[in-house]
């Protein structure tokens, strides 16, 4: 599921079923605090469904990890990581993608009215570490690897 603000006052989400081409707007009152924590959202809305999101992208979310640990690229060097990952973004609907250099990609979600933004942001790089690891999705580059957790 992809949560997206969408409207400032009141609040407005769209959530983007990862199972289903549903798309469900979910308004919201302004809360209390100038925050709306995710904790505060997802009692608001169907926790089966949630369950049911999580757990149809969890062998995909793991594919994707074990693809890019499997083919790590130091910083300023992902010039293949950089392709998976507009590739992968490219395969969903909606968004926006830019290529702000030759190894970055942007991927912007735009809503129908103007508000607050979320942003998310990840690195991609390895560290030019020999991975001594003996997992299935083991660095097939010798010297690098993703160690760092990002």
């Not at 469900?24 to 469904?49: C, E, K, R």
């Not at 702000?100 to 129908?112: H, Y």
């Amino acid at each position: 599921m992809l949560l997206v603000a969408a409207d400032a006052t009141p609040r407005q989400y769209m959530l983007l079923s990862t199972h289903s081409p549903n798309r469900t707007t979910v308004t919201i009152a302004p809360p209390t605090s100038p925050h709306l924590t995710m904790t505060a959202l997802s009692s608001m809305l169907d926790h089966d469904t949630l369950h049911a999101d999580a757990a149809a992208m969890t062998s995909q979310l793991v594919a994707w990890r074990r693809h890019m640990h499997r083919h790590p690229e130091v910083a300023f060097a992902e010039h293949e990581t950089s392709r998976f990952v507009r590739e992968t973004l490219a395969e969903i609907s909606g968004l926006v993608i830019s290529r702000p250099t030759e190894t970055s990609v942007m991927a912007r979600l735009i809503g129908a009215a103007p508000g607050r933004v979320v942003a998310v942001r990840a690195d991609i790089d390895a560290l030019p570490v020999h991975e001594e690891n003996d997992v299935p999705y083991r660095s097939t580059v010798n010297g690098a690897m993703h160690a760092c957790g990002h």
